[in-house]
């Protein structure tokens, strides 16, 4: 997930909520808040806000416990500067250990009223990303539940991956275009960020290519779905060698 984050443009802070330390921050975080990474992760949240520490303590708890998904906080930028900042943080589970990831945007740069046609303006966006961007609008069932995904739009990346013609794509459900394993995968992930507002994260293998990619997914608007993915094949293959490589060393020492 670290190389989705070094490629988005959003700013993305990886936070440890029980100590409030800044564990990671993509390159537009800091960017944005005038730090370098070296500078960015010895500081802890307290030091982005004028808040009281109990205060941001019982934010990342409410996060932790999924019943936060949007705030608004003053922010303090390197040079002194203060921007008030939507952050939709959203708890993650990595290596049995449970971070919060924010996504945050400065408020004045956030449209007043986003709607559905701001979907031009993600396409332009998802088809400059050089990874996998596909965006999907939900299909519903008479209950108002998520029953399918509808292509609305892919970059190059995507649609070659996923061995899909433009025309095959847009307009089609997911059910009709994908194994099942792969429309389950989709379809779960969608209707849990439907339900919560939190993206969500996680990897999954494409037969038909043979790759492994890790997804983000997340909403950009009530009824549209991006789907960010990053190819992780040959970073599996490297771990999986150096794993076994650990494993002969193990054998030979003992």
């Keep these: 997930h670290y190389a989705l984050f070094n490629q988005l443009d959003t700013i993305i802070l990886v936070i440890d ?15 944005f808040y005038g730090y370098s990474h070296t500078e960015f992760i010895r500081h802890k949240l307290f030091a982005l806000t004028q808040l009281p520490q109990k205060e941001i303590m019982a934010f990342l708890a409410t996060v932790t416990a999924g019943g936060l998904k949007k705030i608004h906080v003053d922010h303090l930028l390197a040079n002194g500067s203060i921007r008030q900042m939507e952050i939709r943080p959203c708890p993650v589970n990595w290596q049995g250990k449970t971070l919060v990831i924010g996504l945050l945007h400065p408020v004045e740069d956030q449209p007043e009223k986003p709607g559905e046609h701001d979907v031009t303006h993600f396409n332009t966006f998802f ?9 999907f609008r939900f299909v519903y069932d008479q209950a108002g539940e998520v029953m399918d995904l509808l292509g609305e739009d ?14 095959g794509f847009i307009g089609q459900r997911v ?3 994908f194994a099942p394993e792969l429309v389950d995968t989709f379809l779960n992930a969608s209707r849990e960020i439907k339900a919560s507002g939190h993206f969500r994260m996680l990897e999954h293998f494409y037969n038909p290519n ?6 983000f ?11 960010l993915g990053m190819d992780v094949t040959a970073l599996k293959q490297v771990v999986e ?3 076994q490589t650990r494993s002969r060393l193990a054998d030979v020492l003992s």
Excluded: W
């Design 175 to 177: 059910s009709a275009m």
């Design 17 to 31: 909520p029980q100590t409030a330390d800044i564990l990671d921050a993509n390159p537009a975080a800091c960017a």
């Design 127 to 135: 088809h400059n990303l050089p990874i996998s961007a596909l965006i």
């Design 217 to 227: 997914f997340y909403l950009i608007s009530p009824d549209l779905l991006a789907v």
């Design 210 to 215: 043979q790759k492994h990619y890790q997804t």
């Design 154 to 167: 892919g970059n190059e990346i995507a649609l070659k991956d996923y061995q899909l013609e433009r025309e």
């Design 241 to 243: 060698q150096l794993e």
